[in-house]
């Protein structure tokens, strides 16, 4: 078993549609958790720590299910910009990050 | 600031052969890693140095070699290049502390034949 698992998608949805991605891990010991960006071709870059408490950052928001071993993002009023993949990451040990595959979002006009 | 810099942003290379991928960062951060990306596989550690002088293993080291002179740069050496190892590298660099705000380079493509 993978320790972050992603559906890979693609998540086709219209501008101004609200879109959820969930997101698995296996280590019940994993301590931090975040949504990273990754546009075609280009570097991941961080959108957003996870808390425990859920957290939003205008249109995204982020939750954690500690019990059940989940986090979610959530993107509201979906923009042609938010194309892109949503990277699952996760840290288990101090130094190091576990990244998921990626779930692929096509927003269209 | 240049933030991370990757070079070459492409290469092919024959099997066998041997090559270094640079990356450098202007940022001070004490922390360096080098990760591969697969279709299907996600992001994974190859290796990283938390200063200057000190390297470790991360998930898949067969077949690199890392050194950490400077806290500037930290290259990436394919010792034999192999099919297998026909990836998108990442080098990425943090403060120490702050693990999960990794600042990426834009990466190199690298073809074995």
């Known amino acids: 078993r993978k320790e972050v698992e992603q559906d890979p998608g693609p998540f086709n949805v219209p501008e101004g549609a609200t879109v959820a991605f969930n997101c698995t891990y296996s280590?019940?010991?994993?301590?931090?958790f975040f949504w990273y960006r990754q546009d075609c071709r280009k570097e991941p870059k961080l959108l957003m720590s996870?808390?425990?408490s859920g957290n939003e950052d205008g249109r995204f928001t982020a939750q954690l299910n500690r019990a059940s071993q989940y986090i979610s993002l959530l993107i509201r009023d979906s923009k042609l910009s938010d194309s892109a993949t949503y990277l699952c990451?996760?840290?288990?040990?101090?130094?190091?990050?576990?990244f998921g595959t990626g779930t692929r979002l096509q927003v269209f006009p | 600031n240049a933030g991370v810099t990757q070079t070459p942003k492409f290469q092919v290379l024959k099997t066998g052969q041997s090559m270094t991928l640079q990356c450098a960062q202007d940022?001070?951060?004490?922390?360096m890693s080098w990760y591969r990306q697969d279709p299907g596989m996600g992001l994974r550690l190859i290796h990283y140095?938390?200063?200057?002088?000190?390297?470790d293993q991360g998930e898949v080291p067969n077949g690199y070699n890392v050194s950490r002179s400077t806290t500037e740069d930290f290259p990436l050496r394919l010792l034999s290049a192999a099919p297998s190892q026909t990836s998108v590298y990442f080098c990425?660099?943090?403060?120490?502390?702050?693990?999960?705000?990794?600042?990426f380079g834009p990466g190199t493509r690298l073809l074995v034949l």
């Open positions: 990451v996760v840290n288990i040990y101090t130094d190091k990050l576990i």
């Open positions: 280590n019940s010991a994993s301590q931090s």
């Open positions: 996870v808390y425990s």
């Open positions: 940022m001070n951060h004490e922390y």
């Open positions: 140095s938390v200063g200057a002088g000190i390297t």
């Open positions: 990425a660099s943090n403060l120490a502390g702050s693990k999960e705000t990794q600042y």
